[in-house]
Structure formats: structure tokens, C-alpha cells
């Protein structure tokens, strides 16, 4: 069996102002080689290439990759290929090439091959052309192999290599190297390239999407109404969800950091988002932002800028969600609503940064206490004011969050928070449903009782009421049909889920597992991939729980029929 040849070369486009790019050539000899022998009749390797780089990013880049093996290929995190077998015909393999400068950064990058083949032994090149100041050079840096197959997250900048195995480059090129062909145009480094997104917000059957942000969102999965409010919309499509929250985290990613310095941090949250591969991302800063000293709007709207442009350069649909209004507290804890006017600056930032770029922006803060306050009211009538929507006036309780789900669904999906209402005139009776489906009604003989089968539009935790017309009745007569149509158990779900799913990626002891001290217990951590298949069976299970179903019930209709 022949060897399993693997080529990567990496070219670098020139590009004058105002003028057609011009291409660098390549020049394989510049390349960097590497034989890899096979272990148990198959040729597979992992290996990273720390680019050596400046504190500016180049001017332009392109990518290049071909491969008469199956091969993935990740840039500072972002997949560009999956297991890709290239096309051969008549001696010359095709490359594919990506224009990568959107995804380079100043500083150290991250270039990850994995390669898998058949025969006995696999061979691969590298060659990364740089420009800078109108001058192209070759990189360098230190290429490393995995010893074992690596766990999760081994694609990404972030990962400790250290007991990683140095890979030494061949001294002759192979030939393979002399029958590359190069295609004329680059690609996009997006992996998908996915509509753009605008409001009221359609998920489409398919869509992967990451809720990022600091507190408000993290805590989201507390109670989780939001998600479940959002999922109980979807019916029989299949959407998935992801909280990357992190709580007291800014645009800076501060939080994020771990152990590290916050620019590490920042790095790790683009990543992360990255490897989710987001059909969309719904992203919520400004509240710690804006309660910062020496934090400006205008510091906060570059920084945000950046994250966002770094998304789209991977192909991510970005949406945004302005910080909240913060409520008064009771007495003896300060208030945070003092706070408030110098929030609404940091959430106008945020529709500013928004609107630059022509992404869809949802104001929560404009407006938001008094529809939490209309909300609250549909959901607990003998409450009074906020009462019950949060304990310090800045973090919400559960029912605080089943109230701001309800918001943010009419804001970003455009679903008003009205409850659904079954009406029935028991003299004529007729039955009509507003928000909700009806079927087999059937009145008894003396109109004394009903039996029908209902299905509401859609899931959330607004009861469903009926309102009942009969002679001798000033107006209608309203009661709860049901407080629960489902909501509770699709609810349910979502908290399991999100509780496997957060150690998945938030393990608690991260440090050992994947950090400084993973030498002690790093063997570990090849078991966090053991999640997936139990997040994907929660998951199914939400699929069908988010499907409203059909309920029969009957009412008495004795006290409300004709005399």
C-alpha cells in the first residue's frame, strides 16, 4: 500500500490600494515536511503549529491546504475543513485556499492538522508566508504531535501542549510537492456561511445558537425560563442551545481568564464560540461594563466592536441585547437603580455598535420595568409592583426571569405575552380560540357542561384561561383552564441539559484537566466528551416535550347556562 501523502501550504495575498490583489507564489522548498508512522494499520496524528508572530496582524493572508488523505484543519480555532478528501486527476491533487487574515491575531497563532489515512505511513506540509510593510516573509514556530489521541478543545489556542511531542520536519521534499494545483480565488474562513439574522427573530429548523454575556445571562440557567420560553415557540424544529455565560464578565473577558491575564480570556471566549460553529449568537454586555470606574461608552463600544468582528469573520450571525434596567431595592440594601442612567449610556453603545455593523439589536432597557411589571401582574395577579421579581433589585429571581423571558420573546421574536384564552358563549354554543387550537367540542344536552381537546400555539408559563358568556351574566366569567400545559416538564428538561452541558465546559476542576497542573490529573480529561451523548439524549427529549400537545378537558358549565 502507498504512503498517505497530506500538503498544506499557506500563501500570503498582496493587496494595493485600490488595486487587484496580487498573489505571492509558492515556493515548496520553503515548506515545512513531516512524515508521521502508522499506529494499528492506520496512519493518524494530531499536531499544532505555534506560529511566531508580531504585535500587528499581516496585511493579508491565504490559506492553502491539499491532501490525498482525509484531513481537518483549524486556525486560532476556527474549523475550515472536516476530514476533507481532496480531489486527484491526472497526477495533480486540487488544493483548497482560504483567505485567514480575518481570524489572525498580533502575536502567537494557532495553526491545528489533523490527518487520518489508510496506508502505512502519512506525510505532510506546511509553508506560511507572512506580509508586513509590503514585505513577505516565511514563519517559523514550533510544530508538536500528540502522543495519544487528545481530548477536546486540543484545536484551540489555549490548549497546554506541553506534553506534546516536538515534530521535526523531513530534510527532502516528498512528491507530492511538485503536484499541487492552487486554486485562483480564496474562500471564506467560514466554515458556513449563514444568513444574516434580523427582527422579530425566525429560528429555522437546524439552528445552533450560544447565549453569551456576563451575569444576567449565566444565572438564566438558574430557572431557565429563558431558553424554555424561547424553545416552547419552536414546535416540531430543531433548535439547539448553548448559556456561555459567565457571571461579572465583560467584553474583556476578565472573568474568563481563569488563571490566566484577561486578553487570554478574551481569546478562550472567541474560541470557545467558534468551535459551538453558531447558526446564530445572541450577545448581552454593558451592565458590569457601565458599573466600572474609569470604564467609558466609547472604550466599552471598541472593544464590543472587536468581538463582533472577530465572529463574523468566522461566519457567525450576531445578534444583540442591550443590558436591563436595574430595580429598587428595599431598605437596608443601597439601590441599585441609581446606577440606571449611566446603564442606559453603555446599552445606547451597545444599539450603536449594533447599528454600525447591521446587526439586529433588541433594547431590553427602554421600557423594561413597566413590562415586567404588566407581565408579573398576568403571572402573579395578587402581586404588587416588583415584588418577588428580584431580592436586590439587580439580580432576578425565578420568577423575575420567567418575567424577563416573556419580554425578551416579544422584543427579539416579535411573540406578544398575552395569555392564551379559550372564549365560549354557551347560548349559541360557539367556541373560539386566541392563541390556542380547538377540537371535538361537544355540548350536553342541557348546555350544562362542555368537553373539547385544546392545544396552545406555543409553550410558556402564562396559564391558559377561558372566559365564558351565558345568560344572566353582566359579563364574561373568566378561570383558569389549566396553569400548565406542558411548560413545567419542557422546563425541566432544559435544567438538565444545561446542567450536563455546563460541565462540559466549565468542569470544575478545569486546572487539572486541561491547565498548569494537568501533569497530575490531565488523564482525566479525555472524559468530558462523555457528556455528549447524554446532552444529546436530554436534547431529544426536549424535541419532543417542546411540541404543545393536545389536552381533553371538560367544563361545567351549570352555574353559567341558561335558567
Not at 154 to 175: C, G, I, M, S, V
Not at 498 to 514: A, G, K
Amino acid at each position: 500500500m502507498r504512503p498517505v501523502t497530506f500538503f498544506c501550504t499557506v500563501l500570503l495575498a498582496l493587496f494595493g490600494v485600490g488595486n487587484p490583489a496580487v498573489v505571492v507564489a509558492q515556493d515548496p522548498a520553503q515548506a515545512q515536511w513531516f512524515s508521521i508512522a502508522a499506529a494499528e494499520g492506520k496512519s493518524v496524528a494530531w499536531s499544532r503549529w505555534a506560529v511566531d508572530g508580531s504585535g500587528s496582524v499581516p496585511q493579508a493572508a491565504t490559506l492553502s491546504i491539499a491532501s490525498d488523505s482525509r484531513c481537518s484543519l483549524y486556525v486560532n480555532g476556527q474549523r475550515l475543513l472536516k476530514y476533507e478528501v481532496f480531489p486527484a486527476a491526472d497526477g495533480q491533487v486540487t488544493a483548497r485556499m482560504f483567505d485567514v487574515q480575518p481570524l489572525l491575531r498580533p502575536g502567537r497563532n494557532m495553526v491545528a492538522v489533523e490527518v487520518q489515512g489508510e496506508a502505512s505511513s502519512a506525510t505532510f506540509g506546511v509553508q506560511l508566508k507572512v506580509v508586513r510593510g509590503g514585505q513577505a516573509t516565511v514563519a517559523g514556530g514550533q510544530w508538536k504531535q500528540a502522543p495519544a489521541p487528545p481530548p477536546v478543545g486540543w484545536e484551540q489556542t489555549d490548549f497546554n501542549d506541553r506534553d506534546w511531542k516536538e515534530l521535526k520536519a523531513l530534510p527532502q521534499l516528498p512528491p507530492l510537492a511538485a503536484a499541487v494545483r492552487i486554486p485562483e480565488k480564496a474562500e471564506s474562513p467560514a466554515f458556513k456561511r449563514t444568513a444574516r439574522r434580523s427582527l422579530p427573530l425566525e429560528f429555522q429548523d437546524g439552528d445552533h445558537v450560544v447565549l453569551v454575556g456576563a451575569t444576567f445571562v449565566e444565572r438564566a440557567q438558574l430557572s431557565e425560563h429563558l431558553e424554555s420560553v424561547l424553545a416552547g415557540t419552536l414546535g416540531n424544529r430543531r433548535v439547539t442551545f448553548r448559556n456561555l455565560g459567565w457571571s461579572a464578565d465583560t467584553v474583556f473577558a476578565e472573568s474568563r481568564g481563569i488563571f490566566d491575564a484577561p486578553a487570554v480570556g478574551y481569546m478562550r471566549m472567541v474560541e470557545h464560540i467558534r468551535a459551538e460553529e453558531p447558526a446564530a449568537a445572541i450577545l448581552c454586555y454593558g451592565q458590569n461594563e457601565a458599573l466600572m470606574a474609569g470604564m467609558s461608552p466609547e472604550q466599552f463600544s471598541r472593544q464590543f466592536g472587536q468581538f463582533m468582528d472577530e465572529l463574523q469573520a468566522s461566519g457567525i450571525p450576531c445578534l444583540v441585547v442591550s443590558p436591563h434596567e436595574l430595580f429598587p431595592a428595599k431598605p437596608p440594601v443601597p439601590s441599585p437603580a441609581r446606577f440606571n442612567s449611566r446603564i442606559r449610556l453603555f446599552a445606547e453603545a451597545a444599539g450603536s455598535v449594533a447599528q454600525s455593523r447591521q446587526l439586529p439589536f433588541v433594547d431590553l432597557f427602554s421600557d423594561f420595568t413597566s413590562s415586567m411589571q404588566s407581565v408579573h401582574s398576568l403571572l402573579h395577579p395578587d402581586s404588587e409592583g416588583l415584588n418577588g421579581l428580584t431580592d436586590n433589585g439587580m439580580h432576578l429571581s425565578e420568577q423575575g426571569y420567567a418575567c424577563a423571558a416573556l419580554v425578551i420573546r416579544q422584543r427579539l421574536l416579535g411573540i406578544p405575552a398575552n395569555p392564551a384564552v379559550l372564549k365560549m358563549d354557551v347560548p349559541s354554543a360557539t367556541v373560539q380560540g386566541q392563541g390556542l387550537e380547538i377540537a371535538d367540542v361537544s355540548f350536553s344536552d342541557d348546555r350544562g357542561q362542555v368537553t373539547l381537546k385544546v392545544k396552545p400555539e406555543t409553550l410558556s408559563p402564562l396559564p391558559i384561561t377561558a372566559q365564558i358568556s351565558a345568560a344572566g351574566l353582566a359579563k364574561p366569567a373568566t378561570a383558569v383552564l389549566f396553569a400548565d400545559s406542558g411548560y413545567s416538564a419542557l422546563r425541566q428538561l432544559i435544567l438538565k441539559k444545561n446542567e450536563l452541558y455546563f460541565h462540559r465546559w466549565r468542569p470544575q476542576n478545569v486546572t487539572y484537566l486541561f491547565g498548569f497542573r494537568k501533569h497530575e490529573q490531565g488523564n482525566n480529561a479525555a472524559d468530558i466528551a462523555r457528556f455528549d451523548p447524554f446532552i444529546r439524549e436530554v436534547e431529544q427529549q426536549i424535541h419532543v416535550a417542546q411540541q404543545p400537545q393536545w389536552t381533553t378537558v371538560t367544563i361545567s358549565l351549570s352555574a353559567a347556562a341558561p335558567k
